[in-house]
Nanobody, 125 residues
Framework: QVQLVESGGGLVQAGGSLRLSCAVS????????MGWFRQAPGKERDAVAS????????AYADSVKGRFTISRDNAKNTVYLQMNSLKAEDTAVYYC??????????????????WGQGTQVTVSS
């Protein structure tokens, strides 16, 4: 059974930082591309960042470029999202997702096969 478990969310002041983690089990992690998505209240879920299985390809939403960094540790079966200079508009539930097509860094929700339950990030202004 494939499981994705996010952690690291919480409440932070604007300008602060958080690091989200997503631990994957039940599948060969290095063969997965990974992505982070977020959904704010009353809004659709949007892509935030993605990374290919080997870590060589990454993609970011324009709104987070220069502030967020996606990375992965294949030895730990974990993908990370380092979030710096957080803004109130970054408040959302953050989800990690796994794509079995390992070479791409897709920002398309429908291309992901497995999803975590989400972790809340709240940025106070």
């Amino acid at each position: 059974q494939v499981q994705l478990v996010e952690s690291g969310g919480g409440l932070v002041q604007a300008g602060g930082s958080l690091r989200l983690s997503c631990a994957v089990s039940g599948i060969t992690f290095s063969r997965l591309a990974m992505g982070w998505f977020r959904q704010a209240p009353g809004k659709e879920r949007d892509a935030v960042a993605s990374i290919s299985g080997g870590g060589t390809n990454t993609a970011y939403a324009d709104s987070v470029k220069g502030r967020f960094t996606i990375s992965r540790d294949n030895a730990k079966n974990t993908v990370y999202l380092q979030m710096n200079s957080l803004k109130a508009e970054d408040t959302a539930v953050y989800y990690c997702a796994a794509d079995r097509t390992f070479f791409r860094a897709s920002r398309l929700e429908y291309e992901y096969d497995y999803w975590g339950q989400g972790t809340q990030v709240t940025v106070s202004s």
